[in-house]
């Protein structure tokens, strides 16, 4: 089918539904859906077990909690994608408890005691900050100007850089291997690097089909491998219940106190800075156009899932950013998959047995699939800064500080030892204080100096053509071109060279600040 183009309305009338919202086939839906628990699984059960050993809990409490969070993960997933009024951003994107409210939240549950004690003022603050996230989302939404290619290609470089240790721990064993003889170990590195080596040679080597699989044909590759080496242990699945539920308030009815409530709804603000730039990226990959309303509508739908999350006893929920690079990889774009990849959280949740399958998976082979999927969420980053002019030493300077900001916590671990634990308990993260610092040195140069910044452009991001390679799916359903709206022509000729145009060129939408 020939290119469709901008300028004919009837002819655009009759182009297909864009990627994002065809409907798959009920086979393709499942492994695609599958692959995204897969990819998320590791990340999404982390947090409760750091959380749950960090105050105390017992192993019954923590297998409740990894529970809670799987069902609440596929709840808030279908809302997110599928979406409902204006709840969630109908965009491929999956729902996971997110990192950067892990050491608030362990602060928060100390300071009350521990143990449930401190779990039920850790629920009231997430209760609290989740309504707080509703209602504030669409007026986040229309500051998303003070958020250029500059802010949201370094918060999404900086969330892959500073997941990729993460892969790299799980590939040498897992952090609970730390300090024992087991980690670094050359068996564990040659998984990881098996896992990884084998998904390479499926993207480069198979057909379309079998390289939007390649995450799921890895991970079940390096467990096999694994498992007929004897490094995979099943006897979890064995003592499993069949089938458990979560139920609203299991420990008790929250407790509301004014500063573990301030901490929680400021981790919920750097949360929607995350959010935005999720919501690009996957905007980027897809080329659908994003919004205002798209980022109110995504930022709802984190709200309630965190509201959720609070009487299911689970926590605050962002996009996962390891399954944006996922659908970098798979070219799967369809939101259907991950609407699917929440029906099986939610069975897992309900299942424990099912999930304990899936939690067999050896640490190191899930570090080599993690190390592609992290790097991805990075080059994404590095696409977006592509767009930036970045000779320009502003620009240049808010990427170079963020970047040092986002490795501090990792690297100069005393430095937040000595901070107050309400301090430390917020910034204490990479993530965190990499996207803090790429907002407000943005501040800085640009917004409050009234200097024009540049925006994205997404009439040209949906126009550009389909990869060669592109995903099977949707071959099987008509062309893989990309849905192609008019273009919106602009009077005057292209900009002339200047301060944020040296070379010309067109204009990019520059609002003045």
Not at 282 to 300: P, S
Not at 334 to 348: E, H, L, P, Q, T
Not at 446 to 464: A, P
Request: charged letters at 15%.
């Amino acid at each position: 089918m020939a290119r469709v183009s901008r300028h004919d309305p009837e002819q655009f009338s009759r182009q297909r539904a864009h990627p994002v919202d065809e409907v798959l086939p009920v086979g393709k839906l499942t492994l695609y859906g599958f692959q995204h628990v897969l990819a998320f699984y590791a990340g999404a059960v982390i947090v409760p077990i750091v959380l749950g050993n960090a105050l105390g809990l017992s192993r019954e409490e923590l297998v409740y909690l990894i529970n809670a969070d799987l069902l609440t993960c596929g709840v808030a997933s279908i809302i997110q994608a599928l979406g409902v009024w204006k709840i969630g951003a109908r965009l491929p994107l999956v729902q996971g408890v997110t990192f950067t409210a892990v050491s608030p939240m362990i602060a928060i549950g100390l300071g009350a005691g521990g143990g449930t004690a401190g779990l039920l003022v850790v629920y009231g603050a997430v209760i609290t900050a989740g309504i707080a996230t509703f209602l504030f989302a669409p007026f986040f939404s229309k500051l998303v100007k003070y958020f250029p290619p500059i802010v949201i290609g370094t918060i999404l470089t900086v969330i892959g850089l500073t997941l990729i240790p993460q892969g790299l721990k799980d590939a040498a064993g897992g952090a609970q291997l730390i300090g024992h003889p087991g980690y670094g170990d050359p068996k564990n590195l040659a998984y990881a690097l098996g896992t990884l080596l084998f998904i390479l040679l499926v993207v480069r080597l198979g057909k379309p089909i079998l390289s939007s699989l390649a995450v799921l044909l890895g991970l079940v590759a390096g467990t096999a491998v694994a498992w007929l080496l004897g490094d995979v242990d099943f006897g979890g699945v064995k003592t499993a219940d069949w089938f458990g539920v979560s139920t609203p308030f299991h420990y008790g009815m929250p407790k509301f106190e004014l500063f573990p409530i301030i901490a929680m709804v400021v981790v919920m603000l750097i949360t929607m800075v995350e959010t935005t730039g999720d919501v690009y990226a996957i905007g980027e990959i897809t080329r659908k156009k994003v919004d205002n309303a798209t980022v109110a509508n995504a930022l709802r739908a984190d709200g309630v899932a965190t509201v959720l999350g609070g009487v299911l006893n689970s926590f605050p929920y962002v996009a996962f950013a390891e399954n944006i690079g996922l659908v970098r990889m798979s070219k799967v774009m369809s939101r259907f998959v991950v609407v699917a990849a929440g029906g099986f959280m939610i069975v897992m949740g309900l299942l424990p047995k099912a999930g304990s399958v899936v939690a067999a998976i050896p640490h190191p082979v899930l570090g080599g699939a993690a190390i592609a999927m992290f790097g991805m969420v990075a080059a994404v980053g590095i696409q977006i800064l592509g767009k930036v002019d970045l000779r320009e030493e502003r620009n240049a300077l808010i990427l170079a500080v963020s970047l040092a900001a986002a490795l501090l916590p990792n690297v100069v671990e005393p430095f937040f030892a000595r901070m107050p634990e309400d301090v430390r308990a917020v910034l204490n993260s990479g993530i965190t204080l990499g996207s803090l610092t790429a907002v407000l040195l943005n501040l800085f140069f640009n917004v409050f100096t009234r200097r024009k910044t540049m925006e994205i452009d997404w009439d040209e991001i949906e126009g550009d053509d389909e990869p060669a390679d592109a995903h099977e799916p949707f071959g099987a359903h008509g062309p893989a071109e990309p849905y192609a709206p008019q273009a919106h022509h602009r009077p005057g000729p292209p900009n002339p060279p200047g301060p944020h145009h040296p070379q010309g060129g067109p204009d990019w939408g520059i609002p003045g600040h």
